[in-house]
C-alpha cells in the first residue's frame, strides 16, 4: 500500500506541476476580476500541497504491509464501477441531458460505493442533479444538455 501511494503521489506532482505551468501561460486577472489562469493556478497549488501533505504523511508512517500496489479485490469491483459509471454517464449526457443523467449517475455511484441510507441517496441525487443544474443553467446561464424528455 505505501509503494502504491508513493507512485500516485509522484503521478500526481507530475500531473499538477504540468497544470501550474500551463495556467502560467493566462493571466491571473482581467478588467472583470480573475482572469482565465487564475483557478488553474490555485487548484494545482493547492492539489500539489495536499499532495506534498499525503507524500509525507507516507514517508513518516511505517506502514509496511503489503508491496503490493494493485487493489484488493472488493477495491477492485469499486473502481471498476466508478468507471463504469464515468462511461454511462458520457454516453448517456446528451439523449438524457444532464439532470437525468446526473440523477442517474449519482445514485447509481453512491449505491455501488456502499452508501446505506436510500434517503440520503435520493436526497443527494436530486440536490446533485437538478440542483446543480438549475444553478448553473438559470442563475450562471451555462448552457448544459437537455435530453429528449426536456429535462
Not at 479485490?73 to 446526473?102: D, H
Amino acid at each position: 500500500m505505501r509503494r502504491g501511494r508513493l507512485v500516485a503521489c509522484v503521478c500526481l506532482l507530475g500531473i499538477f506541476a504540468a497544470a501550474l505551468l500551463t495556467s502560467l501561460d493566462y493571466s491571473l486577472t482581467d478588467a472583470l476580476g480573475p482572469g482565465p489562469g487564475f483557478f488553474p493556478f490555485w487548484l494545482s497549488l493547492v492539489g500539489a500541497a495536499l499532495t506534498v501533505a499525503i507524500l509525507v504523511e507516507t514517508v513518516r508512517s511505517h506502514d509496511s504491509a503489503s508491496g503490493s500496489i494493485l487493489p484488493s479485490r472488493p477495491e477492485a469491483r469499486q473502481l471498476g464501477s466508478v468507471l463504469v459509471a464515468l462511461a454511462a454517464a458520457a454516453a448517456l449526457l446528451e439523449p438524457l441531458g444532464f439532470q437525468l443523467t446526473m440523477l442517474l449517475f449519482i445514485a447509481g455511484l453512491l449505491l455501488a460505493l456502499g452508501a446505506r441510507s436510500p434517503f440520503a441517496v435520493l436526497l443527494t441525487a436530486l440536490a446533485g442533479s437538478f440542483g446543480v443544474f438549475h444553478i448553473f443553467y438559470y442563475w450562471l446561464k451555462v448552457p448544459l444538455p437537455i435530453g429528449a424528455l426536456g429535462l
